[in-house]
């Protein structure tokens, strides 16, 4: 079962940063966080992970707490294209999915 | 990274019948994992394809009926033996790159409709 508990859905206006929560209080230690997105019928897309510390890359900025046991995934700037599910998930090894969010970005 | 393409991307099947779905990789890769999402629903991980030996199936997924193959370090096979209409959903493969806790790419997916 996934480990993640997120929101079923969330709508955010164009051009404005999306913030999506993640609690994952059962999290263990060498449990990295990943963030996927999964755009209509397209396969999952990689988009930031990491282990304790915040990241950022091209795509989004990943805040984790102190305790790791939540995260927020922002995207800064949010566009159309950015409209999919996202999938928060807690893992060492491989991948377990659970429900995920749907962004709904809208002009 | 890693392009996956998968074969077929989609099929309509006859009951009782199987369907083999190739999934090859571009570069050699360490880790390679089938899913099943069905209608409307995340993804399900059915097994973990090792190089050389048997898969490695996750609870619910048995070998008679997803019989996994990885004869190398691109390529992968998937096989739904015996299928019933509650098989249709799309297949997808999976790779990862490198050492373990790195990103994973997935290919595009075999959509089948077992009719």
């Known amino acids: 079962d996934a480990k993640t508990t997120q929101p079923t859905s969330m709508d955010c206006a164009e051009g404005r940063a999306a913030n999506l929560p993640c609690n994952h209080s059962?999290?263990?230690?060498?449990?990295?966080v990943y963030w996927y997105r999964q755009i209509h019928s397209q396969g999952p897309q990689y988009i930031i992970h990491g282990l304790k510390n915040n990241e950022t890359n091209e795509m989004a900025s990943l805040i984790i707490t102190e305790d790791r046991k939540s995260s927020t995934l922002i995207l800064p700037h949010a566009t159309l294209r950015d409209t999919a599910v996202y999938y928060c998930?807690?893992?060492?090894?491989?991948?377990?999915f659970g429900a995920g969010t749907i962004l709904r970005v809208k002009s | 990274s890693a392009v996956i393409s998968q074969k077929p991307s989609r099929d309509i099947c006859q009951r009782g019948t199987s369907l083999t779905i190739q999934c090859q990789v571009d570069?050699?890769?360490?880790?390679m994992f089938w899913y099943r999402q069905q209608p409307g629903q995340s993804l399900t991980l059915i097994a973990t394809a090792n190089q050389g030996s048997e898969a490695t199936y996750e609870s619910g997924f048995v070998i008679d009926k997803f019989p996994i193959s990885r004869p190398n370090l691109t390529f992968s096979t998937l096989t739904v033996s015996n299928m019933s209409p509650e098989d249709s959903s799309i297949y997808l493969c999976?790779?990862?790159?490198?050492?373990?806790?790195?990103?994973?790419?997935f290919g595009q997916g075999t959509r089948l409709t077992v009719v």
């Open positions: 998930i807690v893992s060492y090894h491989k991948l377990v």
């Open positions: 570069s050699q890769v360490t880790m």
């Open positions: 059962t999290i263990s230690g060498n449990e990295y």
């Open positions: 999976s790779v990862e790159v490198g050492t373990v806790n790195t990103e994973a790419f």
